[in-house]
């Protein structure tokens, strides 16, 4: 994630596809490899897929994408129990811009187990967790759900010895839920 400018990908259009596409902006901020959203028995299970090589479980599939206002696409895939939707939009308000993620969450079929859902925001904690909910870290991001109707709350979990993370547990049910993050940049925003 990041602002300003968007790609790079000489390196794909020169030559068969060899090195790198990097973001030409600034304040470039990178996230956990590996599946953001699974089904855990307990908190203190490890996060599934070889986050270091960015490996999704067998039960990932994409399923497309679709268009919408302003020719935005929405990612279309799913997990063993989940079919998921998820569109992410620049938003440009008084305060600056930042990235809104609108996530819908549909159950494909139960897990038939105790546990719950659980989607990765971070894999390090948060420098500080205001009293409305706003995660706030270290390199200046702020993280908040601009709509709880089923009241999720964003909170560290502590994955492994010496390793924190923060995790949003999601309520899925038969109907569909809907999870709306924003990603503001900056100290600035605080």
Same mark, same amino acid.
């Given at each position: ?7 790079? /990908?000489? /390196? ?6 060899? +090195? ?38 067998? &039960?990932?599939?994409?399923? +497309?994408?679709?268009? &919408? ?20 939009? /620049?938003?440009?308000?008084?305060? +600056? ?6 996530? !819908? ?12 859902? #659980? ?17 706030? $870290? ?11 109707? #089923? ?6 979990? $502590? ?15 038969? !109907? ?7 990603? #503001? ?6």
């Amino acid at each position: 994630m990041w602002k300003g400018r968007f790609l790079d /990908a000489s /390196a794909h259009w020169s030559s068969q596809g060899m +090195g790198r596409i990097r973001p030409l902006g600034d304040e470039v901020l990178t996230f956990p490899r590996g599946p953001d959203i699974v089904f855990l028995k307990d908190v203190f299970c490890p996060w599934p897929g070889e986050r270091e090589e960015g490996i999704r479980p067998a &039960g990932y599939r994409f399923r +497309g994408y679709k268009l &919408g206002e302003k020719n935005i696409p929405t990612l279309m895939y799913s997990t063993d129990y989940l079919d998921v939707e998820e569109t992410i939009v /620049a938003v440009e308000d008084e305060n +600056g811009s930042f990235l809104r993620r609108n996530i !819908d969450f549909k159950l494909n079929k139960s897990p038939n187990q105790r546990g719950s859902f #659980h989607l990765r925001i971070r894999d390090v904690p948060p420098e500080e967790i205001r009293d409305d909910g706003i995660c706030i $870290y270290e390199d200046g991001l702020q993280v908040r759900l601009s709509d709880s109707k #089923h009241s999720t709350a964003i909170r560290p979990m $502590y994955t492994v010895p010496e390793k924190w993370e923060t995790w949003l547990r999601i309520p899925v049910s038969e !109907d569909e839920t809907s999870v709306t993050i924003e990603y #503001h940049w900056g100290r600035q925003n605080r």
